[in-house]
């Protein structure tokens, strides 16, 4: 579509603020590069240990793994 990444999180922003969308943190997986089905609604919420059900490896940092996600509401 070659849209620039920051028009479109300013998209997602604006349908955020209307209430169209939902936004939340999922962990990533450095160990297995895969992401964990784990969602959090704030910062706060992300626990110190997390282990990847995917390959069982404790993820160090997982703010440092989190990526934002919107929920079509």
Request: glycine share 4%; net charge negative.
């Given at each position: ?48 240990e ?24």
């Open positions: 579509m070659k849209i620039d990444i920051r028009e479109i999180y300013k998209a997602l922003e604006i349908l955020s603020d209307n209430g169209l969308l939902e936004q939340y943190l999922e962990i990533y997986c450095p160990n297995c590069k895969r992401y964990t089905g784990d969602f959090f609604k704030t910062i706060g919420d992300i626990p110190k997390i282990y990847c059900e995917n390959c069982d490896e404790e993820i160090l940092n997982p703010l440092e793994h989190a990526v934002v996600i919107y929920k079509v509401l």
